[in-house]
């Protein structure tokens, strides 16, 4: 599992606490995982992000199932997530799992169009 902490990038030990800072990599001996913001708003006094999500098997074995925890510093809500199984656990990380249909990473592979968005309060 990997784990990365700050709004509203994640960041890489700890995901980026600079909203400027639009991307973001975490990496393990399996795969590398990379996090852009493509997308932010501000609706009703709410921060909205937009986050698009590519993961590389940087292993030599085939990857089946995946799942990643994203800290953030400050409160977050999940507004929307496709192509993954999204919780928020302790309402400060965001908890991605595979699904079926793209669990599976060949060495060498990624696997993008992973995303999802999520609202925070300054």
Do not use: R
Not at 90 to 98: G, K, M, P, R
Not at 99 to 112: M, R
């Amino acid at each position: 599992m990997l784990t990365g902490t700050d709004v509203p990038e994640p960041e890489t030990e700890s995901l980026g606490s600079d909203p400027s800072a639009e991307k973001s990599q975490l990496s393990t001996n399996a795969y590398t995982c990379t996090t852009e913001i493509v997308n932010q708003w501000e609706s009703n006094g709410d921060h909205y992000y937009q986050y698009q999500l590519t993961l590389t098997n940087t292993s030599d074995t085939e990857l089946s199932g995946w799942e990643i925890d994203l800290p953030f510093s400050g409160n977050i809500t999940l507004s929307d997530g496709w192509n993954g199984d999204y919780t928020i656990v302790d309402s400060q990380t965001l908890h991605i799992v595979s699904k079926d249909y793209n669990a599976v990473i060949a060495p060498g592979a990624s696997v993008t169009d992973i995303g999802f968005i999520l609202i925070y309060n300054f």
